[in-house]
């Protein structure tokens, strides 16, 4: 009888797959937009509102990441019992409505509680995206399909670069928040008139693979008994700490240090992060699938190594002797920095069954992000104003040299979790 019904679900869940998928992108390119553009725009909106540089980093990551971190736990809860299509549109409305009110911000306390609302918005965006997605692509295609859901990040930040620079360069850091948030509305009314809820568990078989979803205790209960599940999450939180510190700064750097207009960084810094962005998230997603079906521990080895490798170059970046081999310096890490995107969020879909996934997902980006943006952008920040003294002008390059540490922390406990993944896979009862 169960095997008649994921048969059944599984017809259902695969119809449409690619839509779904294009259409959920698209809500994720503007989740990013609307998370990075702030980094573009801190130039401007430093010298306007007058702001440090440990303010600018509190801004952007604190504010956004204590709703954002906070509220996605219980609304994934929600999204493995209710309509994951109606929380995902309900989400992109609201953090699209809070970054057109940034525009309006007339001081840090405007700007940071604006920020806030946008990560109250976001919460309920990735997690029940995850789940919704696993939903539509069996498991041996999930880490692809995962990984082209997540060219969300590069192409949303390379887009967030982009238009933000063109139009603060044209019109004013404030238009540039007011109509990328006003464009963000209709693609709400997309999410929730074109896409459906498929059954969940369709594409896994076995015992219990369709069942309802369980108390979260039992989830929590769940996880903490996997040790792969910490230390996948740990080990993206360390790397995320460089992400979005890099995210965030590498704008003002290309500014302070090489001495780059804010329409040159737009498109040096924009084109940095879409092709070495694509490229590595694709790739990462698709050696994982490969890799992957017969050996779990692969979908954690090959972020470990990527990131091993993506330290020194980007060592070698921030002293590059001239802006052509700056480019192809920054290129390399920012391709390995992304291939863990596919193969870790398609790990975590496989160490639980169907129905905990987006609460999983949610755990998993609660200790991502609360670390990655709450701490790492402020981080990079604070260094930055603890060093100037000795470092004056360049003290952000070494503020971001002495951060490149947290990539080997993560490779470290990539490499950890790559030994455990196969005991704490998921494998339904016949």
Not at 245 to 263: D, H, K, M, N
Request: net charge positive; aromatic share 14%; glycine share 12%.
């Amino acid at each position: 009888m169960v095997r008649s019904m994921t048969g059944g679900a599984a017809a259902a869940g695969s119809k449409g797959g690619g839509k779904v998928l294009a259409i959920l992108l698209l809500a994720y390119i503007f989740n990013f937009i609307d998370r990075q553009i702030i980094g573009i725009l801190a130039v401007p909106i430093k010298a306007d509102l007058r702001l440090t540089d440990s303010q600018l980093g509190l801004m952007g990551g604190l504010a956004f990441a204590l709703f954002y971190t906070g509220l996605g736990i219980p609304i994934a809860w929600l999204a493995d019992r209710k309509s994951r299509v109606t929380i995902i549109a309900t989400a992109v409305a609201v953090w699209s409505g809070f970054t057109a009110l940034c525009g309006f911000a007339q001081n840090f306390w405007h700007l940071f509680l604006a920020r806030m609302g946008v990560g109250v918005g976001e919460a309920g965006g990735v997690a029940p995206s995850y789940s919704l997605i696993s939903d539509y692509f069996p498991p041996e295609r999930r880490a692809r399909a995962l990984a082209i859901f997540s060219f969300g990040i590069p192409i949303g930040s390379a887009l967030g670069i982009f238009f933000g620079g063109w139009i603060a360069t044209n019109v004013d850091w404030r238009a540039a928040f007011i109509i990328v948030g006003l464009i963000g509305l209709p693609i709400a009314a997309l999410v929730r008139f074109a896409l459906k809820d498929p059954v969940r568990g369709g594409f896994d078989t076995g015992a219990g693979a369709t069942d309802a979803a369980p108390p979260f205790t039992t989830v929590f209960r769940t996880l903490a008994a996997k040790p792969s599940f910490w230390l996948l999450s740990f080990g993206a939180a360390s790397g995320s700490i460089l992400g979005y510190g890099l995210i965030f700064w590498l704008p003002s750097f290309f500014a302070r240090s090489f001495e780059l207009e804010l329409t040159d960084v737009t498109w040096f810094y924009g084109s940095i992060v879409l092709i070495g962005g694509v490229i590595g998230t694709w790739l990462g997603g698709w050696i994982g699938d490969r890799v992957g079906k017969g050996n779990p521990g692969a979908y954690a080895l090959i972020p470990a190594v990527c990131f091993l490798l993506a330290a020194p170059a980007y060592a070698a970046g921030l002293f590059a002797p001239s802006l052509t081999a700056a480019w192809f310096l920054f290129l390399l890490p920012q391709m390995l920095g992304l291939a863990w995107l596919g193969p870790i969020i398609a790990a975590v879909q496989h160490i639980v069954p169907p129905n905990m996934r987006a609460t999983a997902s949610a755990s998993f980006l609660f200790i991502n992000n609360l670390i990655g943006i709450g701490f790492g952008t402020w981080f990079v920040g604070e260094m930055s104003d603890q060093m100037t003294l000795a470092y004056g002008q360049e003290s952000l390059r070494y503020s971001i040299l002495y951060t490149l540490g947290f990539y080997l922390l993560s490779s470290f406990l990539y490499f950890l979790a790559a030994r455990r993944l196969g005991r704490d896979w998921y494998r339904a009862a016949a």
